[in-house]
């Protein structure tokens, strides 16, 4: 079956213009998570999903940060005001209730010119 | 929180040698470690993971082993081949009510040929 998939796969904005980044996560899967990836370091936990509870939004690292989940499927990473920070290659990922696997998309790579 | 830490970051070993990732964690209600194989352009993908009630796992050439005493576990590659060249990330999550993941920083492994 289709695995995780994300789009675009990269985007060039200019610093201060809002992106929208979308992921589409496997059919069936409730849970749906967002990290962010720099340049030879780790994935950072940004945001998580799960069913029809509130989602964890412990990891976004300032209020430019939003994500939505809609109809428990698709889900779209907001950032305003894009600062050259935020540069990165930014994954989604999601698994079924109950379980740890996590699947990844492909993700997108976001550079703030 | 967790916090995971992993060693080396850049390894290069010569084809058919072995290799060894080693992380280790923080939070010992820790209990599933997965480890992720990321490919230059593509998301990470799960490889293998272990859970705390057992020691070792092996899949043909790859075996993770998990000293909960002293909150270490380790990624073993045997046979080694150059299409295992790619990034290897070490997680840890406490599924205390959801499965957030805390991943290390990540290890470059190069095999030359």
């Known amino acids: 079956g289709a695995g995780v998939s994300q789009s675009p796969s990269n985007k060039v904005t200019e610093k201060g213009k809002d992106v929208e980044l979308r992921c589409d996560p496997i059919?069936?899967?409730?849970?749906l998570y967002w990290y962010r990836q720099s340049l030879g370091q780790g994935l950072e936990f940004l945001i998580y999903?799960?069913?029809?509870?509130?989602?964890?939004k412990s990891g976004l690292p300032s209020d430019r940060f939003s994500a939505e989940r809609t109809g428990g499927s698709v889900s779209t990473l907001t950032i305003q005001r894009t600062q050259q920070e935020d540069s990165a290659v930014y994954l989604c990922?999601?698994?079924?209730?109950?379980?740890?696997?996590?699947?990844f998309g492909p993700g997108t790579r976001l550079t703030v010119l | 929180g967790e916090n995971v830490e992993q060693h080396p970051s850049t390894l290069s070993v010569q084809e058919g040698d072995s290799a060894v990732i080693k992380c280790t964690y923080s939070?010992?209600?820790?209990?599933?470690f997965p480890w992720y194989k990321q490919e230059l352009g593509k998301g990470p993908q799960l490889i293998i993971d272990?859970?705390?009630?057992?020691g070792e796992k092996k899949d043909q050439r790859i075996a993770v082993t998990l000293n909960k005493t002293a909150k270490h576990f380790s990624l073993h590659i045997t046979e080694t081949q150059p299409e295992d060249s790619a990034v290897y990330f070490c997680?840890?999550?406490?599924?205390?009510?959801?499965?957030?993941?805390?991943f290390g920083k990540g290890t470059m492994l190069l095999v030359s040929p």
């Open positions: 272990i859970r705390s009630n057992v």
């Open positions: 939070d010992s209600a820790s209990n599933y």
């Open positions: 059919s069936g899967h409730t849970a």
């Open positions: 999903f799960q069913g029809n509870s509130a989602p964890d």
């Open positions: 997680a840890a999550t406490s599924n205390s009510g959801y499965s957030t993941l805390t």
């Open positions: 990922a999601s698994s079924l209730e109950g379980w740890n696997e996590q699947f």
